[in-house]
């Protein structure tokens, strides 16, 4: 089957899937490959009734990327296709490379549609190779499974919805791909050197160690991609065995019950730890980290409040339930604001707040609502209203029998300590008389 042919019947199949989406985007970086795939998709696009449009990420970091979104332009306007470039600022860390993967699916996320998915150029070579690369860094099951058909991405911006990634080639030779390319077009592609040096290790696979396969095995492409799609769908189970778990174990859908993943055998209890993780969008968890998370956190005591830290994100235990934090999405609360009119909404932290919103438990009279309101981050020593029903005047306010303090409220909540500067406080008077949790837990 052609690569033109095989689009086709990819788009055919999910049309029938996944019959919301109505619009594609190309990942095109100007190479051979998402260029053919550009070429391909007008075909099929316009065969089909998508929506199509294309997408180059300027990542900044080679000195002919301006060069290389110029040839992306010129691509995308001799097959009329609209193009978008997008420009980007790669963090520096120790994976140059997976935080330019980062950097590039979060902007595309933040200009994606809900009826769209995004079409990415990877075929069975680059299967082959992500499979030996994950053998190389000592992955299981689900990294095994490399890349699928069909997967989500979800952006570090949590506001943003799940970006629906297609990869309709995996079953696609590189040089059936550039053979079908050369045979329709005649314009640049990008030829990136860092795609034939050997300090990189996806380069040293490419050009070294597949081609010594290849005289031993010549399908061993065929062979590793075909492995990696056994290994999907036996994580695919997994996946379906750890769901019934987690159900089971987490009662409030964003906590696991520590009992109950101690009487778990240890692969199980991986299993379903490794599940949530990746359905709250966190990154895989570091092998040598498992024993740690068996000794310093599930075997902990009863009353300890350990913590793991790993790639922005830290799993926690409180009161024998594990939490898991994305420690990079926390930021500073703003200044406290007065609330001139309770009864009107107001505008805080980024968005607008109302008095039955943030007090929807509240027993309100006149003189409540005469008292000078405001809004502040919590910062120690404040006593909440727990009981308002009989309030007359502003002196009950100070009603020690009526009021507790904060901090033995959020004890009695079971509200965990890091959590505890997340509160803010609606305040009438001189005490408070409701708190709202600004927390960002994954």
Not at 74 to 94: D, F, K, S, T
Not at 199 to 217: I, M
Not at 369 to 395: F, N, T, Y
């Amino acid at each position: 089957m052609s690569p033109v042919a095989a689009l086709d019947a990819f788009l055919r199949a999910r049309q029938l899937d996944a019959p919301s989406i109505t619009g594609l985007v190309v990942a095109l970086s100007a190479g051979p490959d998402s260029y053919a795939l550009l070429c391909a998709a007008k075909h099929a696009a316009s065969a089909l009734d998508f929506r199509l449009r294309a997408v180059h990420v300027h990542h900044g970091l080679h000195p002919d990327a301006d060069s290389w979104a110029m040839l992306a332009e010129q691509q995308a306007a001799a097959w009329q296709i609209p193009l978008q470039i997008l420009r980007v600022q790669v963090p520096v860390q120790a994976s140059i490379e997976d935080a330019a993967r980062r950097a590039r699916y979060d902007a595309i996320a933040a200009l994606m549609s809900e009826s769209e998915a995004l079409l990415l150029a990877h075929h069975q070579d680059d299967q082959a190779e992500t499979l030996l690369l994950r053998l190389m860094r000592g992955a299981g099951v689900q990294g095994l499974a490399a890349m699928r058909e069909q997967s989500l991405w979800r952006s570090s911006n949590t506001q943003l919805p799940a970006m629906l990634r297609w990869r309709p080639w995996l079953g696609q030779s590189r040089q059936a791909i550039t053979s079908w390319l050369s045979s329709i077009s005649e314009l640049p592609v990008v030829k990136d050197p860092a795609n034939a040096d050997p300090r990189f290790d996806r380069s040293l696979l490419r050009h070294q160690l597949l081609p010594l396969l290849q005289q031993r095995w010549p399908e061993a492409s065929q062979l590793l991609a075909r492995s990696s799609q056994q290994l999907a769908q036996q994580a695919d189970a997994l996946n379906e065995l750890s769901d019934d778990l987690l159900q089971q174990l987490s009662g409030d859908g964003k906590t696991l019950d520590i009992p109950a993943l101690n009487a778990l055998s240890e692969a199980s209890r991986q299993a379903v730890i490794a599940r949530w993780l990746q359905c709250k969008g966190a990154p895989a968890l570091p092998h040598r980290y498992w024993p740690r998370v068996k000794l310093e956190l599930l075997q902990a005591r009863a009353d300890a409040q350990p913590q793991l830290a790993w790639a922005g994100w830290s799993l926690r235990r409180y009161r024998e339930r594990l939490y898991l934090r994305h420690d990079e999405l926390i930021s500073e609360l703003p200044a406290a604001i007065n609330w001139p009119n309770p009864l009107e909404p107001i505008e805080w932290a980024g968005r607008l707040w109302s008095l039955n919103e943030l007090c929807p438990h509240l027993n309100r009279n006149d003189q409540l609502l005469e008292m000078p309101w405001r809004i502040a981050p919590r910062v120690g020593g404040e006593r909440l209203l727990i009981d308002s029903s009989c309030l007359k005047e502003a002196s009950a306010l100070k009603d020690q029998q009526r009021s507790v303090s904060l901090k033995n409220w959020c004890q009695e909540q079971s509200i965990p300590p890091w959590q505890r500067d997340r509160l803010i406080c609606i305040w009438a008077g001189e005490i408070v008389v409701a708190v709202h949790l600004m927390t960002d837990e994954a």
